[in-house]
């Protein structure tokens, strides 16, 4: 069960750390991918918040697998973690981290989705016109989704604007199933 309240002091002590420490941006990195694997190697999530699994058997695999690819501080939480039984706070943590950390530099992630690569200039555009409308510095997350089949969605704190033949065809869909 994740415990929202433990989970952001860990988030605050990462922060303080890579404030400290002058690593904000290699953390981000570092823990943006790490949320990347969580999100596409369910296998190891499995095994990372299993009870069955043996603590020095966890942490032999993270020293292995994570051990020189990620910041020291990263690898340490995890560590941190598996000590204290509290595996299954790790994503909300690493989200919590971001974006406290992005809180602090007064800049916002902006994920664009698009079925295709998107020019450089036509990403600086969108982020402009969100750096105007939240005063903050923002950075884009490009993320290849075919489904979408054409056009764009961009999402950024709560605000979501989908311009996606996709969802074009579902609202289609939707206003015929209403008559």
């Given at each position: 069960?994740?415990?929202?309240d433990?989970a952001?002091?860990?988030a ?6 890579a404030v ?8 981000v990195?570092d823990?943006?991918?790490l949320?990347?694997?969580?999100d ?8 990372y ?9 966890k942490?032999?695999?993270?020293d292995?697998?994570f051990?020189?690819?990620?910041n ?6 995890l560590l ?10 790790l ?10 950390i992005?809180?602090?530099d007064?800049?916002?992630e ?24 939240t005063l903050?510095k923002a ?9 979408l ?12 604007y ?5 969802n ?6 939707n206003?015929?199933?209403?008559k």
């Amino acid at each position: 069960m994740i415990n929202s309240d433990v989970a952001i002091q860990y988030a605050n002590a990462l922060c303080q750390l890579a404030v400290e420490s002058k690593k904000e941006d290699e953390i981000v990195k570092d823990s943006k991918e790490l949320l990347e694997v969580l999100d596409e190697d369910k296998e190891f999530v499995t095994f990372y918040t299993s009870r069955n699994i043996t603590k020095e058997s966890k942490k032999d695999v993270i020293d292995k697998v994570f051990g020189k690819k990620i910041n020291d501080y990263l690898v340490n939480l995890l560590l941190y973690l598996v000590d204290n039984n509290d595996e299954k706070n790790l994503p909300y943590i690493l989200e919590k981290f971001n974006s406290t950390i992005n809180e602090i530099d007064n800049k916002i992630e902006v994920k664009i989705y698009t079925p295709f690569a998107i020019d450089e200039k036509d990403v600086d555009a969108i982020l402009n016109k969100i750096e105007n409308k939240t005063l903050k510095k923002a950075y884009a997350n490009v993320i290849i989704d075919t489904s979408l089949i054409g056009g764009i969605k961009v999402e950024y704190n709560d605000v979501v604007y989908n311009n996606s033949i996709k969802n074009k065809i579902d609202l289609i869909k939707n206003n015929i199933r209403k008559k």
